[in-house]
């Protein structure tokens, strides 16, 4: 059975093989020559976000939220124009097979290609399964990514990784055992340090449980040195933008490196598709360059990308960086982070529940103002994690899911930091077993830091059990417990992803 988490990794690639065109990113403008001087770094603020921005002492930080597309004018045309093994799909370079006329096992067919598909998974997915290091002298350090999911309808724990090769690959840290629900995706780190300027090769293997769970992602390495033509270098190749309070701006840079004897051309840089789905809108190339960018030998152009979390989870991806480079036309620029929600003390309604059991999915449901369960206007849940409640556009009175636990214990947590006047009611159901025994469910209401009630444990026996658990009434914050009344319902509604 396909869970509503892995529905969501499909969905994406649904939409743009289903589409009848792609966006184009923005304008492109006059060739961008890069000679003796490094571009500045700073870029214009706009003082439109009511939250402080975050301090990076390596990066700027602006208040702008990001653009959703960035500059791309078409990739190809029919297949030969891609390289490598990618296919034109209307007119991008993505990485995938033609249905022809069908697709191999585990994959479907949509829009005439064959993307993965997930009901077929029986562990984890990996993507991009091969990672290729671009270096230049031996003691060069490089770190990339790969996003692992697991597209079961188990959970499936990582507890250990092996490098089968050369020793200059190098897994990164990761706290084990590592679980990751059906649906969850994780960013794998690999790290690469030439210890000559040979090319060198290994796999990574990812162990699991249970073992035939697991996958591998091939490693190579490319030395970048003496290179007769166009040669871009990505320096680094990786942003890691570490935890970012939701609703703040973060900015970080790598610089383009013409590392060839011939001026290189950055003829566009799209966002990333993977089997995940595109790279979010939250990061975003600011300022927009405009294509195409022209580097001279030995000078260097430096991009910035911002992020802006709008809900508290990881996130990445990357972008594509396509250039005239005769090696590796094609890079990606990996990109990071974890996105957290604001203090509680900053949080005028706060509720999270936890409950007793493993392998259980609870879920919590915060009702806004004359809301119903199940809608997508007045429901705020796991298929409505950020519903645009009260004043239109204006996040601090809206209220956001930011942990949906899907296979036990908890917590769930739904944040308001200036909820709207009236009367909100909190609301939880069990929504799966997963084999697991009968949750009790405890909820705990906050304001600003401080707990001012706890209800339960109270048992749920069946699937689609639902407890109506308080009113809560702002901004005076008078409480009406609704008792411990449990009732079995039918879930209602369409989905809202």
Request: glycine fraction near 8%; hydrophobic fraction near 40%.
């Amino acid at each position: 059975m396909l869970s509503r988490r892995g529905l969501t990794l499909l969905l994406p690639l649904l939409s743009l093989a289903c589409s009848d065109e792609v966006a184009e990113d923005a304008e492109g403008g006059a060739p961008i020559i890069i000679t003796d001087a490094q571009i500045p770094l700073d870029a214009a603020p706009r003082a439109d976000r009511a939250t402080p921005p975050v301090v990076d002492a390596a990066s700027p930080v602006i208040d702008a939220a990001p653009p959703e597309v960035d500059a791309a004018p078409p990739e190809c045309e029919i297949d030969e124009d891609c390289t490598g093994l990618l296919i034109c799909f209307q007119q991008r370079c993505l990485d995938g097979i033609r249905c022809d006329p069908g697709c191999p096992a585990g994959r479907l067919c949509v829009g005439g290609l064959c993307l993965e598909d997930p009901s077929a998974a029986t562990g984890l997915v990996v993507d991009p399964d091969m990672l290729i290091f671009l270096f230049a002298v031996g003691g060069d350090e490089r770190t990339l990514t790969s996003r692992v999911g697991n597209q079961s309808s188990a959970a499936v724990e990582i507890v250990g990784f092996e490098v089968e090769g050369s020793p200059t690959f190098t897994p990164g840290d990761l706290a084990l055992p590592h679980r990751l629900a059906p649906g969850d995706t994780l960013d794998l780190v690999v790290n690469f340090r030439a210890d000559d300027e040979h090319n060198d090769s290994g796999i990574l293997h990812v162990l699991t449980n249970p073992p035939e769970a697991g996958v591998d992602v091939e490693l190579l390495s490319q030395a970048k040195t003496g290179i007769n033509g166009p040669c871009l270098s990505l320096e680094p190749a990786r942003l890691d933008f570490g935890q970012v309070p939701r609703g703040d701006t973060l900015v970080k840079h790598s610089d383009l490196v013409s590392c060839g004897n011939q001026p290189v051309v950055v003829r566009a840089i799209n966002r990333g598709q993977s089997i995940f789905g595109s790279l979010p809108t939250t990061f975003a190339l600011d300022p927009q360059p405009s294509f195409p960018i022209v580097i001279d030998p030995g000078q260097r152009y430096r991009l910035n990308v911002a992020y802006t979390p709008m809900l508290s989870q990881i996130e990445g991806g990357y972008f594509d960086v396509l250039s005239d480079d005769v090696q590796n036309p094609n890079q990606q620029l990996n990109v990071g982070a974890f996105a957290v929600p604001p203090p509680l003390q900053d949080v005028a309604l706060h509720v999270n529940i936890e409950w007793d059991t493993d392998l259980t999915d609870v879920d919590l449901h915060l009702l806004g103002p004359n809301g119903v369960m199940w809608t997508c206007e007045g429901d705020c849940y796991f298929s409505n994690m950020t519903p645009d409640w009260a004043q239109q556009g204006h996040y601090l009175d809206d209220p956001f899911l930011d942990v949906d636990d899907v296979d036990g214990y908890g917590p769930e947590n739904i944040n308001i930091e200036e909820p709207a006047a009236g009367t909100y009611r909190v609301v939880i159901h069990y929504y799966d077993a997963h084999d697991g025994n009968a949750p009790r469910v405890t909820v705990n209401v906050l304001n600003f830091g401080v707990t001012v009630a706890t209800y339960g444990p109270t048992l749920m026996n069946r699937v689609n059990d639902v407890w109506e658990v308080v009113d809560i009434e702002y901004p005076s914050f008078n409480i009406t417990p609704l008792g411990n009344i449990v009732t079995n319902q039918s879930r209602g509604g369409d989905m809202c992803f």
